[in-house]
């Protein structure tokens, strides 16, 4: 008896970027979601290979450098969100501090800039009220795909180390993480190399 062994392969889809809800929160695969029409502000949630692959938050323009969030500053920012659109909706001034994190106010502009770090190293982004208040509506779900991609840290580390050798896609094992889109990781490692 002969058995052929089963490769599966990825499914002809290239890699692209949501520009709207129409994506399933239960997937790991929210990349970059912006905020307003123009498509000038984003959030994204993704592994970081300068960082040995740590799952963080991205908010940031096209034009300039983001700032990258931690889990604990994603907290941070989860506690506070709410009560700064209604702060900025009342023109009143409203404030988070949170050690390299700062959330500060801008009323007259209707404008909340977002900064981290300190001294040489800082960086803002800014947001108009209406981009904050889309950011407080799916903010939940950005908390729940840096869950999961924390979650699969060590599937998707096993899987880089496998992959990095590789010129053609390689499937994961079957008792890898199920949340993570493995030929779109393939094709970002790919990318870097």
């Known amino acids: 008896m ?9 499914p002809p889809v290239s890699y692209t970027e949501a520009t709207s809800l129409l994506f399933d929160p239960n997937r790991v695969s929210l990349r970059r979601v912006f905020l307003n029409p123009d498509n000038t502000r984003y ?21 300039q450098h983001p700032i990258i969030l931690t889990d604990h500053h994603v907290s941070t920012l989860a506690e506070h969100l709410a009560a700064q659109v209604d702060a900025l ?56 795909q840096l869950a999961k991609y924390t979650k699969a840290m060590g599937d998707v580390m096993t899987y880089v180390i496998s992959a990095l050798n590789s010129t053609t896609y390689v499937s994961p094992p079957l008792s890898a993480n199920k949340n993570i889109l493995y030929f779109q990781l393939f094709e970002e490692i790919k990318t870097l190399m």
């Open 2 to 10: 002969v058995s052929a062994a089963v490769t599966s392969t990825p």
């Open 43 to 63: 959030i994204s949630v993704g592994y970081y290979p300068s960082r040995n692959y740590q799952p963080l938050v991205e908010n940031g323009t096209p034009k």
């Open 89 to 144: 909706w009342r023109d009143e001034f409203y404030t988070v501090r949170d050690a390299d994190l700062s959330m500060l106010s801008a009323t007259p502009y209707k404008t909340v800039i977002l900064t981290l770090g300190l001294k040489q190293n800082k960086k803002s982004v800014s947001l108009k009220l209406q981009e904050l208040r889309y950011l407080s509506y799916i903010f939940p779900i950005v908390q729940n």
